[in-house]
């Protein structure tokens, strides 16, 4: 964790306009200072190499060496904190990036309009400032490699096992900062077993969470799919918030359905981990176990709070594998985990409860 005053931005990106816009919104916020800019990959290294900043901004498409092989090197190298800044068609590349290290993704202005800036302004500022959270000791994990080998493209899932017609037990995941590779190490070491459902709270803009939804489906044996309204909880399948509001699940005779809440005046997150835990809990009460893993505190604590009270379990990701220890910390010191897990270890405990071995 950062705990310098001063926190030292690189800011990596071929088009001088955002370069430009990047640069002058960080140099506004007191505390940030931009060290170096460069218009492409090897002139982004040599900047990152000896500047060695706390924060790089990195775009992905670019000429020459682009932001996918500038990660890989700098990350086996001298891993960095580095937050992607990605135009909306790169869906799919952003979350390849937060797989080979990137902590976090915000949208690419592409437009002068202001709105549009004031927008990215918010997210972007927000994310940089949470460098100081971040667990360098994750990070350099997860950029060196000592995690297992993300699973294969197009899983075959197993055909032939009986759906009943509403899951007897969900196990409900929120996530945030360093969530994405998270919960697709998670859903891939946790096969679908008996009749449990999954359900996922990521915080992450509306433009993303259909895309995060198909790459869990394609990487994980889970049927993953973005949440629509009155889509049924059904075993085997893990339906994910989408980022336009929260996912709230609601029994309905012997279904249980989502339905997608807008976000609350004011709220901070959204989609809302609290909102999925507490109508989770009041819908399966003891069947439930909540799992919240890395992320900024804020979100979540009062969602374990219901699932305790419904008598539901709780685990909590362990600090020593969280980017962010934000959000477990926080349900930690409330005393509502029934386990402290690292992230290792929380698919077994998901199997053993949905076996109703825990």
Do not use: C
Not at 84 to 99: G, H, I, M, Q, W
Not at 189 to 194: L, Q, R
Not at 224 to 246: D, M, N, Q, T, Y
């Amino acid at each position: 964790m950062m705990t310098t005053d001063e926190l030292r931005v690189v800011v990596i990106d071929d088009s001088p306009y955002v370069r430009q816009t990047i640069a002058g919104l960080l140099e506004a916020e007191p505390g940030i200072k931009v060290v170096g800019r460069a218009g492409d990959g090897e002139e982004g290294l040599r900047e990152v190499l000896a500047k060695q900043p706390d924060l790089v901004t990195l775009d992905l498409e670019m000429p020459g060496m682009d932001g996918f092989a500038l990660l890989r090197i700098l990350m086996a190298r001298a891993p960095t904190a580095v937050l992607v800044v990605t135009a909306r068609p790169d869906r799919t590349n952003v979350f390849r990036a937060l797989e080979a290290g990137a902590f976090d993704f915000v949208g690419k202005p592409s437009s002068r309009a202001a709105p549009e800036l004031s927008a990215m302004r918010s997210d972007l500022i927000a994310k940089v400032r949470q460098v100081r959270e971040l667990r360098r000791d994750a990070l350099d994990e997860r950029a060196r490699g000592r995690r297992p080998t993300p699973p294969p493209l197009n899983v075959v899932r197993p055909s032939g096992r009986p759906r009943a017609v509403a899951p007897t037990r969900l196990v409900a995941l929120a996530a945030s900062t360093g969530g994405p590779p998270a919960l697709q190490r998670v859903l891939a070491a946790f096969p679908p077993t008996g009749s449990t459902a999954v359900a996922i709270t990521q915080h992450m803009p509306p433009q993303f969470t259909h895309a995060f939804a198909e790459r869990l489906a394609r990487t994980t044996p889970w049927d993953a799919k973005e949440a629509e309204p009155g889509a049924e909880v059904a075993p085997g399948v893990a339906l994910v918030a989408p980022g336009s509001g929260s996912l709230a699940l609601r029994r309905e005779g012997s279904a249980v359905r989502a339905s997608i809440e807008p976000p609350d005046s004011g709220a901070l997150f959204s989609p809302s981990a609290d909102r999925m835990l507490a109508t989770a809990a009041a819908a399966f009460g003891a069947d439930l176990l909540a799992v919240v893993l890395t992320g900024m505190s804020g979100d979540g604590v009062a969602g374990a709070r219901a699932v305790k009270a419904a008598g539901g379990r709780v685990i909590a990701e362990a600090r020593e594998s969280a980017v962010v220890f934000g959000m477990p910390e926080g349900v930690i010191n409330a005393g509502l985990a029934d386990d402290v897990l690292p992230l290792g270890r929380i698919a077994e405990a998901a199997e053993r409860f949905a076996r109703r071995s825990w």
